[in-house]
């Protein structure tokens, strides 16, 4: 088998031209095409509001720099990247961390409900690997408890929750385009909202809170996105359908070839959602497989077939977190952290990459 890394990077003529134009052009911070990346992808998101900045994590950060107050709490579920947790510490306010649904993987609202006070200020479900959190829940959960909502949609490019967009839905979606993600344009990100107050904090504080030339109405940073980076993204947009498609494609059939293999086990897709695969992931357990996770990813990698660990500990497991607020048991968590292995479905990976990885798993199992 040819060699299937776990991600794909490659860029096409038409991002190569679109980069060269702008090099040409002079134009290298964010300007005219940033301006238009933010149009399209609000438009395909179905978003009010877009905002191009640095990264993914930048965006976070921003969402929560537009609302904490210091001290104000924020539910996360605690397997995640760090990243959704960290810039909540970095805005003033206190994440605090949620066990998870084994099933799926995402923030478990029970266990969520659990820890709600008087604190707390905001939820943030993660749309882990592109599928999606049950959003009817979550709404319902956050205005029971008056909470904002930053949906974490750094991996669900192209996700959908009963046919529409995970960015449509909530105070803030909160984008990465990371090289490793459903689109790349290098390091970006975008931060989308409906609330026109949040949207004038968006917009401002990406650039030093600066509301006319050399006037600083609030506090801020320098988050911007190149036109660099927008020119890639606006390529990108245009494949995001077709790759989506082909990850859904390769999904399925990774799903029934793997289905039925004992000691492994598939995450649940959220009913009434359709996921973006940002990753396919599964769950070994060594005593029934009769292969530890980190053996079954050993022997793959033998055979020329990438993999990955998302996540190999929770963030309450973090040291800094564990520093910060102490040392806490997330059982659930632990456990999927413990089996999670991330095989290639990316969409470079053929129909038939896709059947022979799955016969690659089954057969190295014992």
Known sequence: MKRIEIANTSVTEAEIESVVRVLRSGMLRQGPQCEAFEREFGKKVGAKFCFSNANGTAALHLAYMAFLKPGDEVLVPAFTFIATGSTVTIAGGKPVFCDIDPATGLLDLEDAARRVTPKT??????????NVCDIDRVKAFAAKHKLVTVW???????????????????????YSFYPTKNMFVGEGGIATTDNPEYADKLKFMRSHGQTGRYVHTMLGLNYRMTDVEAAIGREQLKLLDQRIGIRRRNAGLLSEGLSGVTGIRLLRVTPGAESAWHQYCIVVDEKTFGCSRDAL???LNARGIGTGIHYPRGLHQQPVF?????????????????GILAIPVHHAVTADDARAIATAVRECGG
């Open 322 to 338: 564990e520093d910060l607020y102490g040392k806490q048991r997330l059982p659930n968590t632990e456990a999927l952290a413990q």
């Open 121 to 130: 200020r905001a939820i943030v479900p993660v749309h882990l690997f592109g």
């Open 297 to 299: 990813a050993e022997k």
């Open 152 to 174: 974490d949609a750094a991996q669900a490019h192209g996700a959908t929750w009963h046919g529409t967009d995970v960015g449509a839905f909530g105070d803030f979606a909160c």
